[in-house]
């Protein structure tokens, strides 16, 4: 399809501007000529309604929740309530200035109170700061407040991060940039940390560990208990990565785990759309012990007035201007309200309910390395049909000829040709029997037609995309002489 | 059961048959019993659609909106015009209900959007790359300095005061845990960066100086002047810039950025109390592989037809986990198609009347403020869309006045330079008419409030 600039002509504009309405002057007197702009830049020239079906076009070659089945295993691709994204479109959220006079934004402070109250409730947290833009904006916080107590306490030796093999690369990367060493801990065959492993490498230097929980493998693991007493014992702390709390919410709560740090991901857990790639959110929250690392300003409220507290000299500091994505946040405001203590049970249940009802049709298809009730999402291995020479990113092009999102594909790292599904509540029984017939059929024509995968996608806009010369000759913009 | 649950009782009995469970509760039995909750959460009881619309409308209404009174503060969010075709483009499910484009045949959709406004970026900066976008101007700045320290193996980033505030305080927060230092360079009477402190101030541990222009004050810097200083220290200049102001004001390559960040919420997307907004980050070509977060490159299918994908991963968390050049995973993609759809409605001329608009009629309320009583100039140097007056009497009062008869008043400086306590900054976009600054104006001649 070609790109908007292809399309466009000179003298076609869509949008028109008013006059200037106040006496005035020449341009050059008010931008001096060796501060004004000498080179040409190029925006599209074009009229409103070939605009509009210009992206309606590029929309039509994208997939959304809406479209179909989204089983993106780790990325709790729900449902988007439609109610949500009209609230955060009223003017009196949409046109709230953030620097505005505290009593006059009083809703959005309310909005940011209650999700603190209301998130430390579902997580058993004391606090929670909604600053954070995404999950690992919402790690990169958790970490600085584990060194911030830890150097508080002039306990300065604590210089590695312990994170199982099976960890989001966020994790590693998210500790990486606070300056701690990673040490990886191994998985055990039922695919939870490996206790030895973790008694081997827990020291008085560790700082933390990061657990997802469920992991990544959409497995419990059991012996939480034994993990947080390891590492509380050598003074350690406990950090939840929240990427999979869809599985337990109102069943069990990181703060009872024995966790001392959170981050959540409203645009997973809270049903706000991922919008393409962002904008996400990614609150932190902490027990009492240390609440006061947590950025800051905080919401506070006093004799029914909300206002920011900007005094607190423990404070990690700033994450980013103003509060977080606070048109993100009152949508995971609104579902928590539509939902209530109750219905996020019912999600949790029913999410788990799907992914197990999925897996069992599916294990005598694909290869179950860890044969045990899941949670939310369940992982399954392309080993089978390998060896026939079709691989998992074979089977992977080739759901996108039955209308659906592939699950995500070699991940975590710790399974071979990996397969990640995460169905999330919002499926319908129909849609799941569905799926499962397309991934049956599929992993059938691996073996009986192994070219016809090999070959897919068929049905979608482009065919198999050339990664590896994107890569190496990379082509970042489009250019006029090109 | 929830509306937004399919899956009726009857249904989950036929399943969990299938899987050979008792009951729901058997799923989670590898929880241990003790650590579950044994009580329901305790949140306010379910709103319906209709509760919840009422609720969410009186929370709403307790907030003063831009849509109502005229807004003239800015301190980095401003109310410029959004296009309507801008909301109904962002709108369509097969956009925002999408995740990050992993798997590029069923996303070229995203993917091509953003191809289109990598090139944007780098059309309005001159730079030679630009990411998929970074969650905000203050964040992009600080990932910017990350990058400079690491390109540069050296410790010290400086940074101009004249520097948004809150970016200067996210960069002090990643400093503090990210291993480099931060340096400030005072600000002159004309409002600009003091380039003599500049250039006493950068030495051989310094790995970039980040100035802003227009900066916190509004006022255009001596960007020529610091892209020199910093050419002969052979450190990188990393510009903070405003994206509309590009329209007019020299780009950042003609002055020798190396790095060019800013906050895109002025292209297209709602003030929104701070958020979702987006950053952006744009780099000459010899800094690519060290860039944090998403790029799109263009390639071909088996057939030969033009695709997009994800590409250069080798540098992301995915892929090198620890020893990636950020962390950062999500993004703001749906505001910078936003802005896509912003620029390409507006297109270079809409772009330039935008910002010509601006200087306009901020220099007009300039002048018509200093007519006043009780005002004065502070600094000299030229300004876009913003600007400082000192003000005789107390600038939160004023304030207060200016909200009674309808006006969002300017920032009070004092709350980020305690030197500037007498000082109110005044924004003024091409959404301004010449009755609302005549009305500000009027307020403030109002004998009542004086």
Known sequence: MKLIFEKSLEGKRACKLPGCDVPHAG??????????????????????????????????????????????????????????????????????????????????????????????????????????????????AGLMIMRAYHEKRKDMGRKKVIIPDSAHGTNPASAAMVGYDVLEVKSDRRGNVDINALKELISGEVAGLMLTNPNTLGLFEEKIMEISKIVHDAGGLLYYDGANANAIMGVVRPGNMGFDIVHLNLHKTFSTPHGGGGPGSGPVGVKKHLARFLPSPAVRKKDDEYYFEYNMPDSIGRMKSFYGNFGVILK????????????????????????????????????????????????????????????????????????????????????????????TETESLEALDNFADAMIKIAKEAIQEPDKVKNAPYNTAVKRLDEITAARRPVLKWSQDR | MSGYIPVTKAQKRHMLDIIGAETESSLFSDIPGDIRLKRDLDIPKPLVEMELYVHMKKLADKNISSEDKACFLGAGVYDHFIPAVVNHVVSRQEFYTSYTPYQAEISQGMLQAIFEYQTMICSLTSMDVSNASMYDGATAMAEAALMAVSAARKKTVLVSKTVNPQYRQVLDTYAKFCNFKVAEIDYTGCGHTDIGRLEELSGDETAAAIIQSPNFFGVVEQMDEAGKVLENQKALLIACVDPISLALLKSPAEYGADIVVGDGQALGNSMSFGGPHFGFLAAREKYM???????????????????????????????????????????QALNALAASVYLSSMGEEGLRETAGLCVQKSSYMYNRLLELEGFDPLFSGHFFKEFVVKSKREVCKLNKNLAKEGYIGGLHLGKYYPELDDCWLIAVTEKRTRKEIDGFVEVLKNEAYI
């Open chain 2, 289 to 331: 592989r060290k860039m944090p977060g998403r790029i799109v490159g263009r390639t071909q299918d088996r057939d030969g037809k033009p695709g997009y994908v994800l590409t250069i991963q080798a540098r992301e968390q995915h892929i090198r986990r620890e020893k990636a050049t950020s962390n950062i995973c999500s993004n």
């Open chain 1, 332 to 423: 995971a405001y609104a579902y928590i309200l539509t939902m209530g203590g109750k219905g996020l049970k019912e999600v949790s249940e029913t999410s788990v309910l799907n992914a197990n009802y999925l897996m069992e049709k599916l294990k005598d298809h694909f290869k179950l390395p860890y044969e045990r009730i899941c949670k939310h999402e369940f992982v399954l291995s392309g080993i089978k049909q390998k060896e026939k020479g079709v691989t998992t990113l074979d089977m992977a092009k080739r759901i996108m000829d039955f209308g659906y999102h592939p699950p995500t594909i070699y991940f975590p790292l710790i399974v071979k040709e990996a397969i990640m599904v995460e169905p």
């Open chain 1, 27 to 140: 341009l050059d007197k008010l931008i001096p000529e060796n501060m004004a702009r000498n080179t040409d830049y190029a925006l599209p020239k074009i009229s409103e309604p070939e605009l509009v079906r210009h992206f309606t076009a590029l929309s039509k070659r994208n997939h959304g929740v809406d479209s179909g089945f989204y089983p993106l295993g780790s990325c709790t691709m729900k449902y988007n309530p439609k109610i949500n994204e009209d609230l955060s479109k009223m003017k009196g959220f949409s046109g709230a200035h953030p620097l505005a006079d505290e009593t006059h934004v009083q809703g959005c402070l309310e909005i940011l109170y209650m999700m603190d109250k209301m998130l430390s409730e579902i997580t058993g947290m004391e606090h929670f700061s909604l600053q954070p833009s995404a999950g690992a904006h919402g790690e990169l």
